[in-house]
């Protein structure tokens, strides 16, 4: 390093220029680029879940015609959209590149990830394959779900492959990110940390990065066999010419069913982080919440049945999986006890990351417990495909992870930008965004319950009133993420100084300067006691 | 990192993020052998799909079998062990600072990866001539097949070879970045990882290829 | 820097497996296909084992590649236990796989 005068004392004045951002390798930037994108990408997702709604706030007067949108088709396409912009650009990397790429090298002392080099090339891997699925919208579009469920991702005229091309450039970002966490989890620990003095973010990281490694490579093979099938037709998954599109669901939700762990485990770790902080107390049961994160990650891979209990798998198999799911309840239920039972007796302090963590576990329990209903085989043969469905991973998805996103934002929000937010303007965007999302979801676990099939764009006027509250609370959540945004950037702006340790955390990463310098740490941490050291 | 010059004529540059030699050389073993990881699952997948199929259809797959040469499986085989055995021997060319040598070996672990390609090329080029392609491009009736699906036998065919055959070029243009790299004298005793990183890959490429001859050249 | 020893954990001490032990494997690997070539010529006889017969070599074989090749006898023990998670979790999509075709009523189609 040469002239080290010319460079400011923290990552965001380290170097100048746009152009130094595009070539970081500085795993604090990297985490910013995904922060800016990822962010860019839930806003055009967040638009489209509005035109949903708004489309369903009445029964269409002529058959075949909506209230906002043009037709059926344009609804599948708006439909198809906002399931895969917010699976794929949003919450799965979410957490892990954001958040965990920002904090995972500071929380166990490190400088930088293990291969700085290969983070950045899952940023534009990353980046590539989001242009190519929004490149999508701009030629034939798409209108298979998110899931491309065969026979009709094959046969449909729409722009499939390019989409399933993207769906693979950005598992292959996903693959890379897992394997720095875990190579850095494994080698780059600072002198003193064991792995059972890891913060619990971190443990969550790493059975998540797992997790992307063991399953986004069956993803890729089954998406490059359903475009092989698409321009070749070798019969693999159409039945018409002796496949079987069953298999294509076996190998779809091998990986997708892990994938909606690596949705929610990340945020279980925040939420982890932010309990333990605002009640100022030891966590509870540290050895049980980090290796119920093993825990549900290797349960993951044993549960995806019950995604096809009516698609033609056999029923034996249909009961082995319904066994089987109802595993994932005992180390969730587990994190859960634990939590509350760090709450007993702590003093806690009602901050707004404290709101977002305790709102995530009063939804991610609604959302969980519909889970273990779901699980079972008789129950879900009947709610399956209806809005019960679609409350139940809504109440997991947004109730659990993006509350948890949110929640990391703020809690972190000092330590990232070097600069507090409007307290009032977090709370204030949090009650809209809670009531909002209950008044949205819960009715539709009744709208499901009395018989609602989900992917429709038209319904009978027996669902009206519950559709019309439904839409009024997605403009809630609309109105509490716009006063988010706007808090943010206000803090961004205008907000004052943050100091080192805003919020009297134990983590190493609040013993560093906030901003981070370049290197983290001016002389690496030497660790000698766990993370929670409260009292 | 100071100049360590005191070992012989080389010493392991070392990236700032990481410590001493050791910890850069672990962590790029660990990160190599998680991609291998996903290597595995992914060719892995093809292969299960193989076997469900197979089972399905067993008559069908053995017709396809049977057009198949398995000589040209074999002499690929008998290449690629070879090729493999190079990329072995390369290595420790290099932690020897045998680097002339270790050229020598990568050079010819890049040729018999072209001689599996130019075999593959032919028979391939003897595929299409008899009208065996995949899928909805098989004329069932033009080339007489027995199973109306034999197209599904070609289309595992094709794609099982074909990703297999990609993932040989890219590893040939590997070697050759490695190849050149030594020249260059980039590698040596105390840094060797890319070169150890890419004939893990290649080895894989390898291990692959010895499940896929029987499966597809044997197996009927 | 004063030293070099071998607890140096700036001087990398390479496992350096002799020349011998690579022929060998190679050697291993060649005989190992002539007999899977010479099994394939009595299918016939060998009936339903052929395939069992032809992947018992090639396991052989590979377990040789991973061992002396990919050098895994001398690997960390984590590096170990990363790779076998792969065939692992393959076996796991393999098992529900074949569980969910063996007790269905697979429906082929009359092609």
Known sequence: MANTAAHGDNYINFEKGLWSWFTTVDHKRIGIMYFITVMTFFAIGGVMALLLRLELFAPNVTQGVGQVLKNGDTYNQILTYHGAIMVFMVIVP?????????FLPLHIGAKDVAFPKINLASWYCFMLGAALAIGTFFTTKIDTGWTFYTPYSIRTGTATAMMVAAAFIMGMSSVL????????????????????RMPLFVWSLYATAILQILATPVLAITLLLLAAERFLGIGIFDPKLGGDPVLFQHFFWFYSHPAVYIMILPAMGVVSEILTTFSRKVIFGYT?????????????????????????????????????????????????????????????????????????????AIGGVTGIMLAVLPIDVHFHDTYFVVAHF????????????????YYWFPKMFGKMYSEAGARMSFVFIFIGFNVTFFPQFILGAMGMPRRYFDYIPAYETLNKVSTVGSWLIGIGFLIGLYTIVQGLLKGEKAPMNPWGSKTLEWYTPSPPPHDNFAVEPVVTAGPYEYR | MSTDSTHGTHSAHVAHHFKDASQQYESGKEGIWLF???????FGAIFVAYAIYHHAYPDMFAEGAKSLDWKMGFVNTLVLIFSSFTMA?????????????????????????????????????????????PGKFLDVAGVGAEHANLGLYFGFYYCMTGLHGLHVLIGMGLITWCMIRTMRGDFHGQYWIPVEGVGLFWHIVDLIWIFLFPLLYLVG | MAGHTSNDPNVLQPHISPMSIYLKVAGALFALTFLTIIAHHFNAQLGALAAPVAFVIALVKASLVMTWFMHLKYDTKVNRIVFACGFIFLAILFFFNAFDVATRVFESSPL
Request: charged share 5%; aromatic share 14%; proline share 2%.
């Open chain 1, 94 to 102: 979410g957490i892990p590149a954001i958040l965990g790429n920002f």
């Open chain 1, 177 to 196: 990110t897992g394997l720095n966490f875990i190579v850095t989890v494994h080698r780059l620990r600072a002198p003193g940390m064991t792995m059972h």
């Open chain 1, 288 to 364: 049980a919440i980090a290796y119920s994160s093993l825990g549900i990650a290797a349960v993951s891979f044993f549960v995806w049945g019950h995604h096809m209990f009516v698609s033609g798998q056999s029923e034996s198999a249909g009961i082995l999986f319904s066994f089987l799911t109802m595993l994932v309840g005992v180390p969730t239920a587990i994190k859960m006890f634990n939590w509350v039972a760090t709450l007993y007796k702590g003093s806690i302090q009602f901050q707004s990351p404290m709101l977002y963590a305790l709102g995530f576990m009063f939804l991610f």
């Open chain 1, 394 to 409: 809504h109440y997991v998805m947004v109730g659990g992870t993006l509350m948890s996103i949110m929640g990391g934002y």
């Open chain 2, 36 to 42: 291998m990881v996903t290597e595995i699952l992914m």
């Open chain 2, 89 to 133: 021997i390369s290595i420790s060319y290099i932690q020897k600072n045998e680097q002339k040598k270790a050229v020598i070996a990568l050079g010819t672990t890049v040729l018999c990866g072209a001689i599996f390609m130019v075999i593959k090329y032919f028979e391939y080029a003897h595929k299409f001539h008899l009208g065996l392609l």
